[in-house]
């Protein structure tokens, strides 16, 4: 089946610890991306990557690293968390020169908490 | 910038109302048009899409057409279900980027 696979599903931690959110994706795509989910502002683009190694700044970067080593594999990185993160987050994949235009695949999500 | 404005919601139905959720947007070029529904718990999934002015995109009763016009892409469905109950959002693409731009999203809730 394909699918994003995002790990883990709810996650608590405190101020300070760093974190890492999993992404994984079975279906070749080059593109992936992450979005953070807030109530009132929709889902806004923390970063994206075109392919292997090459990875770009979304419109709410700071806070965060990604990397891409590999073309699955797209984790999201927070070094030292605060509670202004504290957010539900989405990682989706599509391929890569089509504008979106067959659909991103979503991961389920992962509900952060800072505490 | 661009961006894309949905109406604020939620909107509450009962099952078999007609129901319009509203979208516009702000671009530069020529963007295609998307909505995007997400169900509790889960991620989104494309519920359907148009990319140039003038096209209809469907798919399970839903329908929206691309007004270049007015610059708007309306949700509309005739006859709605307790099913539908979820959360809807608008979104845009730019030529030469596979960004997707999303409206603030929409809650529908249908009521038997």
């Known amino acids: 089946e394909a699918q994003v696979t995002q790990n883990p599903r709810y996650l608590i931690t405190v101020t300070g610890k760093k974190l890492t959110v999993t992404c994984s994706q079975n279906?070749?795509?080059?593109?992936m991306s992450w979005y953070r989910q807030d109530p009132g502002l929709g889902l806004r683009q923390i970063y994206y990557s075109m392919n292997v190694e090459v990875t770009d700044k979304g419109d709410v970067p700071e806070g965060y690293k990604v990397s891409r080593k590999e073309k699955r594999n797209f984790p999201l990185i927070l070094e030292s968390p605060s509670p202004n993160q504290t957010s539900l987050y989405f990682c989706?994949?599509?391929?890569?020169?089509?504008?979106?235009?067959?659909?991103?695949?979503f991961g389920s999500g992962t509900r952060l908490t800072v505490v | 910038g661009d961006s894309v404005t949905q109406m604020e919601g939620p909107v509450t139905l009962s099952e078999e109302a007609f129901l319009t959720i509203n979208c516009t947007y702000t671009?530069?070029?020529?963007?295609?048009l998307f909505w995007y529904v997400q169900y509790p718990g889960e991620g989104l999934q494309l519920l359907l899409k148009?990319?140039?002015?003038?096209d209809k995109g469907s798919n399970k009763g839903f329908e929206a057409t691309y007004r270049k016009e007015t610059t708007s892409f309306h949700l509309e469905k005739g006859s709605v279900q307790v099913s539908d109950s979820a959360v809807y959002f608008c979104a845009l693409s730019l030529d030469n980027t596979d960004k997707l731009i999303f409206g603030t999203g929409t809650r529908l809730q249908v009521f038997p």
């Open positions: 989706a994949s599509s391929l890569a020169g089509t504008g979106g235009n067959y659909g991103y695949t």
């Open positions: 279906m070749n795509h080059e593109y």
């Open positions: 148009a990319t140039k002015a003038d």
């Open positions: 671009a530069t070029g020529y963007p295609s």
